[in-house]
């Protein structure tokens, strides 16, 4: 069992930037691919970006270059630095630990990107 714990959203103004962490209990956190997603208002959920467990990393196209997903395996801990924020970027995003036979969901951080 992994229960996660998103943290580090709130609202932001255009072009300002947010550190989202995710923080895992349990063991073996390192084996685990971890994604950040997110879910728009009235939009379906979205893989925003994914790091392996040798730290290979994909981002959607909507934020490369502005977005860097990294992990801390001794303190079981992903992170998703966000730059350059849009509006578009509003969501609530919600941290994944994935491996093939099973996912774990955070309970979600709301980030609002407003003037």
């Known amino acids: 069992q992994v229960q996660l714990v998103e943290s580090g959203g709130g609202l932001v103004q255009p072009g300002g930037s947010l550190k989202l962490s995710c923080a895992a209990s349990?063991?073996?956190?390192?084996?685990?691919?971890m994604t950040w997603n997110r879910q728009g208002p009235g939009k379906q959920r979205e893989l925003v970006a994914g790091i392996t467990s040798d730290g290979s990393t994909n981002y959607a196209d909507s934020v490369k270059g502005r977005f860097t997903i990294f992990r801390d395996n001794a303190k079981n801990t992903v992170y998703l630095q966000m730059n350059s924020l849009h509006p578009e970027d509003t969501a609530v995003y919600y941290c994944?630990?994935?491996?093939?036979?099973?996912?774990?969901w955070g309970q979600g951080t709301q980030v609002t990107v407003s003037s």
């Open positions: 994944n630990a994935h491996l093939p036979w099973t996912d774990y």
């Open positions: 349990g063991s073996r956190f390192s084996v685990y691919t």
